[in-house]
């Protein structure tokens, strides 16, 4: 869910698509997630595509996989949403949002092994 998130006008606001789509999103930033405050970088554009929870699960198991856990969490190891997240207070090095965070899987862990 994380990532259909963005901060307009200061708020959290659904912006992005959660669902596979065709044409990537494309974003020009002269700034790290090392370094957020560094705008040395030059503009280059990253282009990302959007993959669901269920559609990266259903391809791991159509590919043999056997899912042996799926963890949700309400942090990431960046500051996702700058001005709204503020470092975990059990996970060193993790942001999550400073709000109730628990209204956010932030990101996930899958544990799966090759089917016998």
Do not use: N
């Amino acid at each position: 869910m994380l990532g259909t998130l963005d901060v307009v006008d200061d708020r959290i606001e659904l912006v992005y698509p959660y669902a596979e789509h065709v044409e990537p999103l494309v974003f020009e930033d002269t700034a790290s997630y090392v370094d957020p405050t560094d705008h040395s970088l030059p503009g280059l554009p990253s282009r990302e595509w959007a993959h669901g929870l269920a559609e990266i699960l259903t391809a791991l198991m159509a590919h043999g996989m056997v899912l042996e856990t799926v963890l949700e969490h309400d942090s990431v190891p960046w500051v996702a949403l700058p001005g709204h997240m503020t470092p975990h207070p059990e996970a060193p090095g993790e942001y999550r949002l400073t709000e109730r965070p628990e209204r956010l899987a932030a990101s996930f862990t899958i544990v799966a092994s090759r089917r016998r």
